[in-house]
C-alpha cells in the first residue's frame, strides 16, 4: 500500500461539496436511491443538507480524497429537514420520504460521537484513506473530550467493518429492522470505540 501525504481537515470546503454529495450518494446508494431517486436528483438534496463543520476531511493535493461524517452535540452531518423533502417531493410524498430517511438516525449520549458516514474517493480506495480518517476521529473525539466513538455498519460493507476493527473498534450488537428489506440491508453491526 502506498502512503500518501493526505492532509486531515476539520470542516469540509465549500469548494468540495458537490464532491462530497457525490461521494456520498455513491458509498450510500442503496440506503438513497430508493428515497431520493437516482444520481443529479438526489446528488443536489444531498448537497443542501451537508453540515460541513460537521466533517473530517482527507485532501490530497488539495483535492477531496475522501471524507467522515460526523454526529455530536445535537447534530448531524446531514441535518434533514421536512422543509426540504416537501419542497422537492411535495406536501404528502414529502413527508413519507422525510418519515423513511429518518428511520436511519440513531439517538446518541451526551459525551458519545457517532459516525454518520465514510466515504473516499474511488480512484483512491485501497490507498489507506479510510484507515487515515478513521484514526482522525479517534484524535478529534480525544482532544474534543468525548468518551466513545460509535459507527453502524450495513451487512453491505464488509470492508468497511474490517477497518473499523482493525482500528479498534469493538463489537457490541446487531441490529435487524424490517423497513431496511426494501434497501437490499439485512441488517447493521454497531462498533464501539472508547477514547
Not at 465549500?14 to 428515497?35: K, W
Not at 453540515?51 to 460526523?70: E, M, S, W, Y
Not at 480512484?123 to 466513545?148: H, I, S, Y
Request: charged fraction near 15%; proline fraction near 5%.
Amino acid at each position: 500500500m502506498k502512503l500518501y501525504p493526505f492532509q486531515i481537515r476539520q470542516g469540509l470546503d465549500p469548494a468540495h461539496l458537490q464532491l462530497a454529495a457525490q461521494l456520498y450518494f455513491d458509498a450510500f446508494r442503496r440506503q438513497v436511491s430508493p428515497i431520493l431517486g437516482f444520481n443529479g436528483q438526489a446528488v443536489a438534496f444531498i448537497r443542501q443538507s451537508i453540515n460541513p463543520q460537521h466533517a473530517l476531511t482527507a485532501i490530497l493535493d488539495g483535492k477531496l480524497a475522501g471524507f467522515v461524517g460526523l454526529q455530536y452535540g445535537g447534530q448531524n452531518f446531514l441535518q434533514l429537514r421536512l422543509s426540504q423533502f416537501t419542497q422537492y417531493f411535495g406536501w404528502l410524498p414529502g413527508r413519507i420520504y422525510f418519515r423513511q430517511a429518518t428511520l436511519f438516525e440513531q439517538p446518541l449520549l451526551d459525551g458519545d460521537l457517532r459516525i454518520e458516514s465514510i466515504a473516499v474517493d474511488p480512484a483512491m480506495r485501497g490507498q489507506g484513506v479510510g484507515t487515515w480518517l478513521l484514526n482522525a476521529v479517534t484524535d478529534f473525539a480525544g482532544k474534543q473530550g468525548f468518551r466513545a466513538i460509535h459507527i453502524d455498519i450495513p451487512d453491505t460493507a464488509p470492508e468497511l467493518f474490517q477497518t473499523c476493527r482493525r482500528v479498534g473498534f469493538n463489537y457490541v450488537s446487531t441490529q435487524s429492522w424490517k423497513f431496511l428489506r426494501p434497501f437490499s440491508i439485512t441488517n447493521f453491526v454497531t462498533l464501539t470505540k472508547t477514547v
